[in-house]
């Protein structure tokens, strides 16, 4: 399996303001997904971070609140925008070496919105 | 879309006994079922799955089943050890190329008493 790693581990920021996430992987993988984690809860996916197009968004997340960039196979940033305290969730990062195959998760990202 | 639903939420066992832990999926096109567990503070690790093709897989002390009629899957844990108390979820995906999108039960807080 990869190994993901992502920064920051964990923020407190003032609503209003962006934070974005970075999300790296040690070797290539085809797909690469962001989800959140609201305290206490399962997880739902929030879009399929693409390489080279836009990112696949889930009902119910839009790309102005949720930015993502894919430049590489083996990283993908999440901005989290305009941020509000139901903002605060844990985001993770999780990859797949191809389509079809096992699906692994980064630590998270602890964001907090004061 | 794709719904699942797992029981229970909270499940306590003493050392050495046995844990069952239940989902059941909605859309009869889910062919992947992975199953993961999250410890505090970590981000949701792969500890089995299965594919519709086959009905039962074990891996040491750790199994899962899969009835396709029924439409239920289960997570069976032997022998258990404190190492085991976290939280554990269930997914279900449909693998058609391009849809690689799990959808996650509402997860079971398993405790493991000494």
């Known amino acids: 399996s990869a190994v993901i790693s992502q920064k920051p581990s964990r923020d407190i920021c003032q609503r209003g303001t962006s934070l974005t996430i970075q999300c790296q992987v040690d070797?290539?993988?085809?797909?690469m997904f962001w989800y959140r984690q609201q305290p206490g809860q399962s997880l739902t996916l929030i879009a399929t971070?693409?390489?080279?197009?836009?990112?696949?968004?889930e009902s119910g997340f839009v790309i102005d609140k949720f930015p993502i960039s894919r430049p590489n196979l083996t990283f993908s940033t999440l901005t989290v925008s305009n941020m509000s305290p139901e903002d605060s969730s844990i985001y993770l990062c999780?990859?797949?070496?191809?389509?079809?195959?096992?699906?692994?998760f980064g630590p998270g990202t602890r964001l907090t919105v004061t | 879309g794709e719904n699942v639903e797992q029981h229970p939420s909270t499940l306590s066992v003493q050392e050495g006994d046995s844990a069952v832990i239940k989902c059941t999926y909605s859309?009869?096109?889910?062919?992947?079922f992975p199953w993961y567990k999250q410890e505090l503070g970590k981000g949701p690790q792969l500890i089995i799955d299965?594919?519709?093709?086959?009905g039962e897989k074990k891996d040491q002390r750790i199994a899962v089943t899969l009835n396709k009629t029924a439409k239920h899957f289960s997570l069976h844990i032997t022998e258990t050890q404190p190492e085991d108390s976290a939280v554990y979820f269930c997914?279900?995906?449909?693998?058609?190329?391009?849809?690689?999108?799990?959808?996650f039960g509402t997860g079971t807080r398993l405790t493991i008493i000494p």
């Open positions: 999780s990859v797949a070496m191809l389509a079809g195959n096992e699906q692994y």
């Open positions: 070797s290539q993988v085809t797909m």
């Open positions: 971070a693409n390489q080279g197009s836009e990112a696949t968004y």
């Open positions: 859309d009869s096109a889910s062919n992947y």
């Open positions: 299965i594919r519709s093709n086959v």
């Open positions: 997914a279900a995906r449909i693998s058609n190329f391009g849809n690689e999108k799990l959808t």
